[in-house]
């Protein structure tokens, strides 16, 4: 049983580092906007045993049970790494032999890309890293089983990911995958979604913002 587990934080700590360009109101808009991209190529999934989502934020978990998915609620985040390490260890515990991360913050994301990796055959113990577009963050990661090591977000994540799979004895997959790669964090992404993301929800909320006025 393979399940595909997508965190989300409260929006009003998300994209601190867009604050050069956008209000906090206009950071929370857009991580919403990201987050209905991510659930309308959930829709279309057809690998993944379920989905779930960690959260303590009340519209998104009700947004995620209105979808029919699983519902995992934090009463406190401690950041993504533990988020995602408790959320995998309930998993784990009902069961699910294989959890998919997946951020919230993939605007160019579509279903085939994550059906994708969730068809790898991998033996078990594995863990299968997707990349970010600069090569230093893991922008996807899959364990079998889902608490094979634990999670490193953050800065240099790939590495540390690597370094933690290194320890437990498993050699980790690379895959590269161009959506997948295009997160959302520092203000030059905001240029390549404004290239690549038309027909995005948001490159819509970017639009309604004017933003491109204000990249340099």
């Known amino acids: 049983m393979k399940a595909l587990l997508i965190p989300v934080k409260d929006p009003a700590n998300a994209k601190t580092r867009l604050a050069p360009l956008l209000s906090p109101d206009e950071r929370q808009q857009l991580a919403w906007a990201m987050f209905e991209d991510v659930s309308r ?15 303590s934020f009340a519209p998104a978990i009700e947004h995620a049970r209105r979808l029919g998915w ?11 790494s533990a988020s995602v390490d408790w959320a995998s260890a309930v998993l784990t515990g009902r069961g699910v032999a294989a959890v998919l991360r997946l951020p919230a913050d993939l605007p160019l994301v579509r279903a085939a890309d994550i059906d994708a990796l ?17 090569g230093t963050g893991t922008n996807a990661i899959l364990r079998t089983p889902p608490t094979l090591f634990a999670s490193r977000f953050g800065p240099n994540s790939l590495a540390l ?6 320890r437990v004895g498993v050699e980790c997959l690379i895959v590269n995958n161009e959506r997948i790669a295009v997160d959302i ?26 933003i491109l006025e204000r990249l340099p």
Do not use: N
Not at 70 to 80: F, H
């Open 118 to 134: 969730l068809a790898i055959e991998t033996s078990d113990p594995a863990a299968i890293l997707v990349p970010s577009r600069e």
């Open 161 to 166: 990911h690597r370094q933690e799979a290194a």
């Open 70 to 80: 699983e519902a995992l609620v934090e009463t406190t985040q401690a950041g993504e």
């Open 185 to 210: 964090d520092e203000p030059a992404d905001l240029q390549a979604l404004l290239e690549l993301g038309r027909g995005t929800a948001a490159y819509a909320a970017l639009a309604a913002m004017h």
């Open 41 to 55: 190529a959930v829709v279309d999934l057809t690998k993944a045993d379920c989905v779930c989502l960690v959260s």
